[in-house]
């Protein structure tokens, strides 16, 4: 059974802060790594993907992907309250269904 | 702006009685999906598709059947609801490339409450 992990949270931090959320996977032949954000009432949205192992930085956001320790994580700089959101972890391997992880609450404090 | 069009918002409906959830999505995705967001559980699969007439059951495909007669349309039917299928159903869909085969673009979602 593939196994995508995260902490479910909530996790908070101040405005302005550095949020870390993590993401650790079960299936070492896991190729591909994606975060989804959803807000309250709503549906998931692709934030963020990354392929090797790395940094990948889009604006505030940061994905590292480290797949000798099977782990995947996502870094937003300069939080903001907009950013309060539950954020989903999502690995597949090669052209099989994403498998989600069930996600992290941010809870951004202004 | 392209979209996922999910047919009910909102539906209430009995113990034992057939359901059809309905989604059309507009961008010629040759991938659909449909999931169950439950609190605690996350986002579950129960059935994807890659084409037109072909299905694959997913994680949790038991008690629920699909359909897809055409690229645009991917409808999921309860045979017999039950009480434990009272959840939130997303569908989605992706294109069949192979750098867009994972950015699923979702629906808003149908909250189906059996009694």
């Known amino acids: 059974q593939k196994e995508v992990e995260q902490n479910s949270g909530p996790l908070s931090v101040p405005e302005g802060a550095i949020a870390s959320l993590n993401c650790t996977y079960s299936?070492?032949?896991?190729?591909?790594f994606f975060w989804y954000r959803q807000y309250s009432g709503k549906s998931p949205e692709l934030i963020m993907s990354?392929?090797?192992?790395g940094d990948k930085e889009d604006g505030r956001f940061t994905a590292q992907l480290n797949k000798a320790s099977q782990y995947v994580s996502l870094l937003i700089r300069d939080s903001q309250p907009s950013d309060s959101a539950t954020y989903l972890c999502?690995?597949?391997?090669?052209?099989?269904?994403?498998?989600f992880g069930k996600g992290t609450r941010l809870s951004v404090i202004a | 702006d392209v979209k996922v069009t999910q047919s009910s918002r909102y539906l209430v409906k009995r113990t034992g009685e057939k359901v059809f959830l309905e989604c059309v999505q507009d961008?010629?995705?040759?991938?659909m999906f449909w999931y169950r967001q439950d609190p605690g559980l996350g986002l579950r699969l129960i059935y994807f598709?890659?084409?037109?007439?072909?299905?694959e059951k997913g994680d949790i495909p038991e008690g629920y059947s699909v359909s897809r007669e055409k690229k645009e349309r991917f409808s999921l039917i309860l045979e017999s609801a039950s009480t434990n299928q009272t959840s939130m159903y997303l569908c989605?869909?992706?294109?069949?490339?192979?750098?867009?085969?994972?950015?699923?673009?979702f629906g808003a979602g149908s909250r189906l409450t059996v009694l």
């Open positions: 299936d070492r032949g896991s190729q591909s």
């Open positions: 999502a690995v597949n391997r090669g052209n099989t269904p994403l498998v």
């Open positions: 990354i392929y090797s192992n």
């Open positions: 989605a869909s992706s294109s069949g490339t192979l750098s867009g085969a994972n950015v699923l673009t």
């Open positions: 598709s890659y084409d037109v007439k072909m299905k």
């Open positions: 961008m010629d995705h040759e991938n």
